[in-house]
């Protein structure tokens, strides 16, 4: 059986760094109060006129050159975000057009925090029926649409994007081996923007009344996420006949690190099995997990073979997990 196997992994945060103590200047909060409740001590914001599209540009060519793939290799684009650089034509086909990918095609998908999984899944499904050279990204330009006078949502995102090459394997050593994905529209009051879509177009009136900025129900996302992350990845282990003890890293989402705490000690990970790096970046939606990834492979914290799990939740609700075996990764 055909397999998708992640053949590189690439990132990219902005040079600017938002720190805690940046944000008492800005909304009355503190650094021990932020770092106490979430783990967040700084946070990557794009520079003015960077776009979802220019960060995941300098991921993806960054990917090409470490892998040895020429852009007109490719053949699609799947892009999990959020923030678009625009609604229409796709972030895709922007990134296919600055990259040169000639001969890819690709889209746009909305799954919020756990758009990566749903854009992995996605991608994998493209290679078993045939594609070649499918690269999945998570971006995120969160700084675009955060009200910085509400101290309850400014201090828990960045920007950032990841970007993977997946190709097709027969070697069940590599590959994704199973998903758990899931929706829940009965928590949409929970997290959302108001207006900027069809049923709140942009108007003076949207803009007066600070409707296009994210708004967060913070305790019912939190109660939420820490059950259903939780239990997706050990539902995922279970289903697969693997324990905590099989899985080389587990990289969560990361919202908050309680949620994470949560879900790592209810699958029974140590902390040397989870990947940790809020801190630096915050919450990125989207980019959390290619990043997190990549980051892991760039500290050889694993090797080609060694199982990952992912785990997410998200707006929506959105949430789920992947499970797979790293590599076999190129080399450039």
């Known amino acids: 059986m055909v397999r998708a196997a992640i053949t590189g992994v690439a990132?990219?945060?902005p040079e600017k760094v938002l720190t805690n103590f940046d944000l008492e200047k800005l909304v009355?909060?503190?650094?021990?109060?932020?770092?106490?409740?979430?783990?967040?001590?700084?946070?990557?914001?794009?520079?003015?006129g960077e776009a979802s599209s220019d960060m995941s540009v300098k991921a993806v060519t960054k990917l090409l050159d470490e892998t040895g793939v020429k852009a007109d290799e490719i053949d699609a684009i799947i892009v999990a975000t959020?923030?678009?650089?625009?609604?229409?034509?796709?972030?895709?086909?922007?990134?296919?057009?600055?990259i040169g990918a000639t001969k890819a095609w690709g889209y746009d998908l909305s799954g919020a925090c756990s758009g990566f999984l749903f854009a992995l899944k996605s991608g994998s499904a493209l290679v078993q029926t045939g594609h070649k050279k499918v690269i999945v990204i998570g971006v995120d330009t969160m700084s675009s649409i955060l009200d910085y006078t509400d101290r309850n949502t400014c201090i828990l995102f960045g920007d950032g994007a990841g970007a993977v090459l997946l190709e097709p394997t027969e070697d069940e050593n590599f590959g994704v081996i199973d998903d758990l994905l899931f929706v829940d529209g009965s928590g949409g009051d929970a997290l959302y923007m108001t207006a900027g879509g069809s049923r709140k177009p942009a108007s003076h009136e949207t803009v007066d009344a600070r409707q296009h900025y994210l708004v967060q129900d913070g305790r019912s996302?939190?109660?939420?996420?820490?059950?259903?992350?939780?239990?997706?990845?050990?539902?995922?282990?279970?289903?697969?006949?693997?324990?905590?003890?099989?899985?080389?890293?587990?990289?969560?989402?990361?919202?908050?690190?309680?949620?994470?705490?949560?879900?790592?000690?209810?699958?029974?990970?140590?902390?040397?099995?989870?990947?940790?790096?809020?801190?630096?970046?915050?919450?990125?939606?989207?980019?959390?997990?290619?990043?997190?990834?990549?980051?892991?492979?760039?500290?050889?914290?694993?090797?080609?073979?060694?199982?990952?799990?992912?785990?997410?939740?998200g707006a929506g609700y959105t949430w789920?997990?992947?499970?797979?075996?790293?590599?076999?990764?190129?080399?450039g």
Do not use: C
């Not at 959020?82 to 922007?94: E, N, R």
């Not at 499970?323 to 190129?330: E, H, I, W």
């Open 82 to 98: 959020v923030t678009p650089d625009m609604m229409f034509p796709s972030t895709a086909a922007l990134i296919q057009d600055k």
């Open 28 to 48: 009355d909060t503190n650094d021990e109060w932020i770092v106490s409740r979430t783990g967040i001590r700084e946070r990557h914001i794009a520079a003015e």
């Open 320 to 331: 789920g997990s992947i499970l797979l075996r790293y590599g076999p990764s190129k080399k």
């Open 11 to 13: 990132s990219y945060v």
């Open 221 to 313: 996302v939190f109660k939420r996420a820490s059950k259903d992350m939780a239990q997706v990845s050990v539902d995922i282990l279970k289903k697969n006949n693997f324990t905590a003890e099989d899985v080389g890293i587990f990289i969560p989402h990361q919202a908050n690190k309680r949620i994470i705490d949560v879900a790592a000690q209810k699958a029974g990970f140590t902390n040397e099995q989870v990947l940790l790096n809020i801190d630096k970046y915050g919450n990125t939606t989207a980019g959390t997990l290619p990043i997190g990834l990549d980051e892991v492979v760039r500290e050889k914290r694993i090797k080609d073979g060694d199982l990952v799990l992912f785990a997410a939740f």
